[in-house]
C-alpha cells in the first residue's frame, strides 16, 4: 500500500507520517521545506519527499503523485500566526482537496482511491441531525466571520460530502473530526462517535494527536474499519481525557 499524505510535517501530520513508516507502508509527502523533516524520514528507502507548496503544484504533477497513491490523507491546516489566519491562501484545505480528488478523477484508474481529512468537532456535518445549541450557533458564526480557517474547514467537509458524495466510483473519503488537540508520546484508548457527545465549544473533550493518526492510519489500513466510517465525520475523543 502507498500513502500520500499532505501536512506531513504539521504536529498531527507528523505522528500519522511516522506511523505509517512503522508498519513499513510506503508513503508519500508533500512538504514546501525539510525544515521539519526528520533526518531519519529522508534516509528511509519507504518514504518519497516531494518538495513543494500543492497548490502551486500543476495538474498534470498532481495528477503523477497521485496516480500509485491508493489513498490520501489530509493533515493541511493554517499556521497559528496573523499571515496564517489572514492571509493567503484563504482556503488553503479546500482547494488541496478539491485538487487532489480531481486528480484521483482524471486518472480514471480501475480502483477506488481513499481520501482521509483531518476536520474539526466545530464543523456539523450537514448529512446528520446534529443539533447545537443557540450560544454555540452564535459563537460558530462569529467564527465564520473572524477566524477564516474555519470556514475552510467547513467547506473541505462540504466539498467531500456534496461534490464527491456517498457513491463517487473514484473517491471514497472519511472527515475525521478531532476535539481539543493535545500532544501525547503514546498512543492511548480513544473512542469514536458518529457525532460530538459533548459542546465542541462550551465543554470540549480532547484527544491527543498520537491518537488522531492512530485512528487516521487504521482507517487507511484495516478495510473493516474503513467501511464501518466511509462517507462519514467521526469524532475522536480521548478515553482518559473525556470526563
Known amino acids: 500500500m502507498k ?3 499532505v501536512g506531513a510535517s504539521g504536529a498531527t ?3 500519522l507520517v511516522a506511523q505509517l513508516l512503522h508498519h513499513n507502508y510506503t508513503v508519500k509527502i508533500i512538504v514546501r521545506s525539510l525544515d521539519k523533516i526528520p533526518q531519519t524520514w529522508q534516509d528511509n528507502d519507504h518514504l ?3 518538495t513543494a507548496s500543492i497548490l ?4 498534470s504533477e498532481i495528477e503523477n503523485i497521485v496516480r500509485d497513491c491508493d489513498a490520501i490523507a489530509s493533515c493541511l491546516g493554517h499556521n497559528l500566526t496573523f499571515k496564517g489566519i489572514y492571509g493567503q491562501p484563504r482556503e488553503l484545505v479546500t482547494d ?3 485538487r487532489l480528488c480531481n486528480a484521483i478523477k482524471s486518472n480514471k484508474l480501475e480502483r477506488t482511491t481513499k481520501f482521509v481529512l483531518m476536520n474539526t468537532t466545530g464543523n456539523l456535518n450537514r448529512d446528520l441531525d446534529e443539533r447545537i445549541s443557540f450560544a454555540q450557533k ?3 458564526g462569529l467564527l465564520r466571520l473572524l477566524l477564516p480557517p474555519h470556514v475552510d474547514n467547513e467547506k473541505a467537509a462540504d466539498y467531500l460530502r456534496t461534490q464527491i458524495g456517498q457513491n463517487n466510483r473514484a473517491v471514497e473519503w472519511v472527515a475525521v473530526r478531532p476535539d481539543g488537540l493535545i500532544n501525547e508520546d503514546q498512543v492511548s484508548d480513544y473512542e469514536i462517535f458518529p457525532s460530538p457527545t459533548r459542546s465542541a465549544i462550551f465543554n470540549a473533550g480532547k484527544v491527543s494527536r498520537i491518537n488522531v493518526a492512530n485512528f487516521m492510519t487504521n482507517l487507511i489500513t484495516n478495510e473493516n474499519l474503513w467501511k464501518e466510517w466511509k462517507g462519514q465525520m467521526p469524532v475522536i475523543y480521548s ?3 473525556v470526563n
Not at 502551486?56 to 495538474?59: D, I, K, Y
Open 96 to 98: 488541496a482537496v478539491k
Open 48 to 50: 518519497q519527499i516531494i
Open 138 to 140: 452564535c459563537v460558530i
Open 56 to 59: 502551486e503544484l500543476s495538474n
Open 3 to 5: 500513502v500520500l499524505v
Open 13 to 15: 501530520g507528523s505522528q
Open 239 to 241: 478515553s482518559s481525557l
